[in-house]
Nanobody, 122 residues
């Protein structure tokens, strides 16, 4: 079992930055791929970024590529999402997830955090 707890969300002005953290419990964090998804009111949950566990390959949605950076620290059992140049359309609840492989598909992930709100004002 893996439990995930996100933190770092908040209110920021357009153009600002936030760093989200996803702290995991469990002994096998290093063998899980980690993903970040987001869901805005009235919209479907969408893929943001993912990082594989074996090679630490990273993947990004086109809408965030070049602005967001995903990383992981296996010793701390924590995944991060550094978000720069934030835009109002980035406003959403952000969720981290753990699964056997990095994927754009939320169904590929077995464990989910409770989410953290990110609000970007214009």
């Amino acid at each position: 079992q893996v439990q995930l707890v996100e933190s770092g969300g908040g209110l920021v002005q357009s153009g600002g930055s936030l760093r989200l953290s996803c702290a995991a419990s469990g002994r096998t964090f290093s063998t899980y791929a980690m993903g970040w998804f987001r869901q805005a009111p009235g919209k479907e949950r969408e893929f943001v970024s993912a990082i594989s566990w074996r090679t630490s390959n990273t993947y990004y949605a086109a809408s965030v590529k070049g602005r967001f950076t995903i990383s992981r620290d296996n010793a701390l059992k924590t995944a991060y999402l550094q978000m720069n140049s934030l835009k109002p359309e980035d406003t959403a609840v952000y969720y981290c997830a753990a699964g056997d492989r990095a994927s754009y598909n939320p169904n590929a992930y077995n464990y989910w955090g409770q989410g953290t709100q990110v609000t970007v004002s214009s």
